[in-house]
């Protein structure tokens, strides 16, 4: 078999592959009762890798948090499934070019930045560039807030949510989406920073809630262990808070699971996909209209998708 028939063969079934793959993608299961956007996935190594996990995890759209080293694999599968994914830029923060570097993304396409998780204080002037130039392009900002090292991440990470209603009021037209656990720790008055994911019943009256009340220009992103530990220590206390913030919430997974379904995850993934447990937890929790704003109305309006 000569080079150039074996490289035939092969694109012929790459072909049909894709097809095939695709005529499944423009039919995305509805198995929860709804459309659902996951705004907080994370590139696969392939393309079709990215695709499997929101097959399987029953999700319509996701957005494609993208470090720089992803970025072209993150393009490819926006080019390749346009209906079914978009892509925010990350980069490090402390590198002397992260202005630059997310001023091209977004021209390129980026849609937000995110997730934006470095070792500098959330208030600090890298912080306050990446704000200004969020409100300057209009585009929304998916922040790791972490004060307590973790063995899956290791560190801290834009440090003083607590104080961080300072910069929700100097940067009005700023789109700030809040993650990780410090930001889901502090829904609870008396969180101390001293775990990553506290366990029991809330005591009312913490940062997070009053900043969600307080500021339009806050939303927040459900996603992995913090979002989900969240919605399972105090059930009650989250399904007021749901509706409470009907407007500003949204789901995403942070799942690394490979197939949506609980294959080859890794930390608060292992043995489940966070995907499907959170989803499980919010229809459980949330009346099916505050659900279907939290799962897919809110993320399509705020990112204009
Ligand atoms: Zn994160
Ligand atoms: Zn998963």
């Known amino acids: 078999m ?122 600090g002037p890298e912080m306050q560039r990446l704000f200004a130039l969020g409100a300057e392009l209009n585009l929304p900002i998916t922040m790791h807030f972490q004060e307590v090292n973790q063995p899956n991440s290791p560190g801290t990470f834009n440090t003083g949510l607590k104080q961080f209603d300072a910069m929700l009021k100097k940067f009005p037209k700023t789109t700030f989406i809040g993650h990780a656990d410090a930001f889901w720790a502090n829904v609870s008055a008396e969180y101390a920073e001293d775990t990553s994911y506290p366990t029991g019943p809330i005591k009312p009256g913490g940062v997070t809630d009053k900043f969600l009340g307080d500021y339009p220009n806050l939303y927040a992103d459900m996603s992995a262990n913090s979002g989900n530990n969240f919605l399972n220590r105090d059930p009650e206390f989250a399904a007021a808070f749901l509706v409470r913030h009907q407007n500003k919430l949204m789901f995403g997974s942070d799942c690394s699971c490979t197939d949506g379904r609980g294959a080859g995850g890794r930390g608060a993934s ?23 704003k939290i799962v897919w109305e809110n993320g399509n309006r705020l990112l204009k998708i």
């Open 270 to 292: 292992a043995g489940r996909c966070i995907a499907r447990a959170t989803l499980t937890m919010l229809k459980k929790l949330a009346p099916p209209d505050v659900f279907k």
């Open 2 to 123: 000569s080079d150039a028939i074996g490289r035939r063969e092969f694109l012929q079934s790459v072909a049909v592959m894709a097809a095939a793959t695709r005529a499944g993608a423009q039919t995305p299961s509805n198995e929860w009762g709804t459309p659902v956007l996951d705004i907080h996935l994370h590139p696969r190594a392939t393309v079709e890798g990215n695709l499997l996990h929101i097959d399987g995890s029953g999700v319509t759209k996701a957005v494609l948090l993208t470090g720089a080293a992803a970025e072209e694999r993150a393009k490819q599968t926006v080019a390749a499934y346009p209906a079914r994914f978009v892509r925010f830029a990350s980069i490090d923060m402390t590198q002397p070019n992260a202005i630059d570097y997310l001023r091209k993304a977004a021209q390129g396409g980026a849609m937000g930045f995110g997730e934006i998780k470095s070792q500098v204080a959330a208030a």
